[in-house]
């Protein structure tokens, strides 16, 4: 069950019938709504204005929207959402940005001075939920294996971060630098993602290496799925590294995964 699952089948509780019309396509075909139909628990009446859905049977649908949603009230999670929907992905949530962090010198993170060179040398990296960051030099990196190595390319004075899931501008609205740097896979994903940082961090540049042509050239892999898909913002996007990148995406099918510039 979902949450439009939910909102229906309350209205229905707290008014025993409903119009047609307002019943969402997918709740009114999904087996469950069909059965109740077909039980005689709901019932299809004519009124002035066309149809409506009405309880014909309170106690046996009480029953049911008890059993389908057994905790009506929790906290918007996933774990919320188990309770209420029986479906972690009923609906959307907002979880905490988790973000993990390279380095090789003290950088303040949440209001404390933290030794990433320690972490990263003992532990390979560092993460936390920030809610305040201070840097010289920031680096976000698209992919794992670049975060962990991205040093080799770029050297040691960023502070290197990756995002656990997508980058969004509140995530990182918290964070100060001087200097942000970009780096991530040159296709429509990447640019997008670049785009986002960019919001934040109205000083932020992409990493293009001098070697991109004849790296494209040796390496560039085909283009498919998810990664074929140019947003709104790719596409409107007048910055001239971005224009750059797009076309080239656009024109030859085929992008550059960031891992061909690392040595590892």
Not at 33 to 52: E, H, P, V, Y
């Amino acid at each position: 069950m979902k949450e439009v699952d939910f909102r229906t089948y309350k209205s229905l509780i707290e008014n025993k019938s409903i119009s047609k019309s307002a019943v969402p396509k997918g709740v009114f075909s999904s087996d469950a709504f069909q059965n109740l139909l077909r039980s005689a628990i709901l019932r299809t009446i004519k009124s002035s204005r066309g149809f409506k859905i009405e309880v014909a049977k309170s106690t046996e649908f009480e029953t049911f929207f008890n059993t389908m949603f057994p905790v009506h009230e929790v906290k918007r999670s996933k774990s919320g959402n188990t309770k209420k929907y029986r479906n972690s992905k009923a609906s959307q949530v907002k979880g905490n940005p988790i973000f993990l962090f390279r380095g090789f010198s003290h950088h303040q993170i949440n209001g404390k001075m933290v030794d990433l060179k320690k972490h990263t040398l003992h532990f390979g990296l560092f993460s936390a939920i920030p809610n305040s960051l201070t840097a010289d030099k920031l680096c976000f990196v698209e992919n794992m294996e670049p975060f962990l190595h991205a040093e080799r390319l770029l050297g040691k004075d960023y502070l290197y971060i990756h995002r656990y899931g997508r980058i969004g501008k509140g995530s990182i609205s918290m964070m100060k630098a001087k200097e942000v740097l970009v780096f991530v896979d040159y296709d429509f994903n990447g640019l997008d993602e670049y785009l986002r940082i960019k919001e934040a961090f109205t000083n932020a540049s992409l990493y293009l290496p001098n070697s991109y042509d004849t790296l494209f050239h040796k390496h560039s892999v085909s283009l498919k799925g998810n990664k074929a898909k140019m947003s709104n913002a790719v596409t409107e996007s007048n910055d001239p590294i971005v224009i750059k990148i797009r076309e080239h995406v656009a024109r030859t099918n085929r992008f550059l995964e960031q891992e061909a510039l690392i040595n590892v």
